[in-house]
């Protein structure tokens, strides 16, 4: 039984920042992070002065492998001017920055921090699919990268495992790929801004423009199942139940909630936190859910003293569409076995009930691994505060939103609740 | 001289290569562990004991890789030539990650989870440098 968790003293976002996503052959990791760092700096709606920042933690997984560049607390401490003061790495796969998000929280509730920056940057398009693969796969467990077992393999056979048990098909793994596309088109930031639908009506207009025979799709399930366009990657998964391979940064001010009012008369405050850790594949007695997910969940919920139907919306690790499947049912906001049915309704719609990835997700707006914690959580501070522009939640009186943050196949995992008070 | 072999990685992979599916059993709680730990991680007790698996198993969820890491390229697996992964339970119980052989990689919607499997050991390398790497197949 969990013990009730509470924060040292309150901890407030009061400033949020996002680079663009995508693969960017001329923006390097301290270019992304500068991005992500200026647009943070003219969120604070009263402003900050970058000199009172009190410590850095920023999420990495593995620039090491990616740019043969490890240490990246102290090079982004000096591209901001930050230092001699502390500049903490935290890796924890991709949920890098959502550690970096937690540690900056109990930096501050501990009073030892009144000002923290948190966030993270991955830098990953510079090297090959089969290279990015690899470094991936460095997050796996020893027995199952060496035998060549991949991060899309893994979740492939979660996937089969969950049909399996619960009866659904690769047909509800694509009504979470066309959501995501549909909620993606209103994201300038996401690497694929564009419906499936927008993509179909490109690739028709270039096949007519070549003179080549132009594509009969009659709809986006049928373009899906088409594998010239969307070939097998690791079956059941197909490209587009995958996220792409990106660059990208993001950050967020953390401050003290007693002084949060000297940033903004907006802030958000952190209603809940959670982290929980998991086995290897191998060890798992059940393949349809992530322990680490429940026990994070757990955790924040307890902290919060919300239950998962108050949370009004959610941007959950998405990696691959069965993921998000998978993680609906393990955060508690249906029934363990229902995930693809409540997608196939429509209640995860930007305009449903529940509204799951408003930015697109992992999927479409990019999973540059270290930045995408804090990337989510930009999210929900940009729907909380009203700022979502056309994918805006259509809801006026949103208050309540999580971010849930995966690294490895369940390894690590956080969970984050931010409220509007 | 079983017994007295260390419970570690290296030594399973000692084994593997003389074709012998180990596992270790706590002594105290009785569970079992493939690959073999030294400490049981529901009791912390450090009494282990050696057990041969008789190598047969049923297949519980798989996948059929067509993009692999370079190592496994360099194999010759590819789009074209896909290669299959999966969660073999043992007859004992125990679990295992294993790459499955003598399956239609190709086609993989014929492939079926609970299809009964043996092991097959596969040793690769050349002299100096082998490697096994242990698979199943159907029986």
Redesign the interface.
Known sequence: MLRERKLGRGVAVVGAGLSKFGVFKDKNSKDLFTEAFQEMLASVDKGLEPKDIDALYLGNFTNDFFTHQAHWGPIIADLIGHTPKAATRTEGACASSGLAFREGVFAIASGFYDIVLVGGVEEMSKRT???V??GL?LAS??????????F??CF??????YF?KYGATRQHLMNVTVKSHNNARFNPKAQFNLSIRDIMDSRIERARSKGEPIPAWKDEQEFLLDPVVN???????YLFDCCPISDGASCMLLVAEEIAKNFTDNPLHVAGIGQGSGL??????D?TFFEATRHAANEAFKMSGLNPEEIQFAEVHDCFSIAEIIHLEDLGFCKPGEGYKVVAEGITKLDGPKPINTSGGLKCKGHPVGATGTAQLYEVWKQLRGEAGKRQIPNPNLRVGAAHNLGGTGGTCTVTILERR | MTEERPFS?ITYEQFLSEEKLMASRCKKCGRLF??PRSLCPHCQSLKMEWAQMKGKGRL??????????????KEG?N?RH??C???VELEEGA?????IEGVAANN?ETIR?GTPLTVQYLHQGAQGNLKT??AFKPV
């Open positions: 699919t089969s290279e693969t690899e796969a467990s020893p027995y199952e990268g060496q035998i060549g077992l991949t899309p393999g492939a056979i979660m996937a089969t495992a399996e070939p097998v990657v690791s079956w059941p998964l290897d594949l191998h060890a798992v007695d393949l | 990685d493939v690959p519980v969820a798989f996948t059929s890789i067509a993009i692999g890491p370079p190592f496994m390229v697996y789009t896909p290669y992964i999966g969660v679990r295992i990650v294993a790459r993989p989870i790497f242990l």
